[in-house]
């Protein structure tokens, strides 16, 4: 964000993906004319956010209320809080069981944006227009990959819940079970 790099001109960044700069080699051959301009247009946007003036904002976001929900969003909202406080019912209730639901609801979770990342790799390291055209909704579907990890917490909290323990007694006794 120098000052100097603002003032060039859409041409600069063009030719520097085209050509190279420095320790920076061309591009040309990789990057299509298309695309050099989007990502000269996506620099342009970086810089204009980072230094835009809070006048020159919609009003929505110059007061700070940019998020906003549709009544479906907010029905979503709503199912969540009320899947959560049944999950909370059912956990005092028998919490084995609940934790064990748990537990297979988090791994189901985690099963999509892992498998999709593990996609992506695949078609990154062998290439190919293979995956042109779900390259895209991979990686958004492993965008959701930290909040799946997120569903892991209240199983790791309570693991001695769980109808398979894991812990220093159950490592013994799966020892001594593998040696009978």
């Not at 061309?26 to 990502?39: F, L, N, Q």
């Not at 537990?103 to 042109?132: K, Y």
């Not at 917490?153 to 001594?176: C, Q, T």
């Amino acid at each position: 964000h120098q000052d100097a790099l603002r003032k060039a001109s859409d041409r600069h960044f063009y030719d520097v993906i085209t050509n190279g700069y420095g320790a920076m080699y061309s591009y040309a051959a990789r990057v299509p004319p298309r695309d050099r301009w989007a990502i000269v247009a996506y620099i342009r946007a970086l810089q204009y956010s980072r230094n835009a003036p809070v006048a020159g904002l919609p009003q929505t976001l110059a007061r700070g209320g940019g998020l906003t929900m549709n009544r479906f969003e907010q029905g979503f909202v709503v199912v969540g809080a009320a899947g959560l406080v049944l999950c909370s019912l059912a956990a005092s209730v028998d919490a084995k069981a609940m934790l064990s639901a748990w537990l297979a609801a988090a791994i189901f979770a985690l099963s999509l944006p892992l498998g999709a990342l593990t996609i992506l790799m695949v078609h990154e390291l062998t290439g190919g227009r293979w995956g042109a055209a779900v390259c895209q909704p991979l990686r958004i579907m492993t965008a959701i990959l930290p909040l799946a990890l997120i569903l892991l917490v209240p199983v790791l909290i309570r693991l001695e819940k769980l109808p398979f323990a894991f812990g220093p007694k159950a490592v013994v006794s799966s020892l001594v079970m593998l040696h009978r």
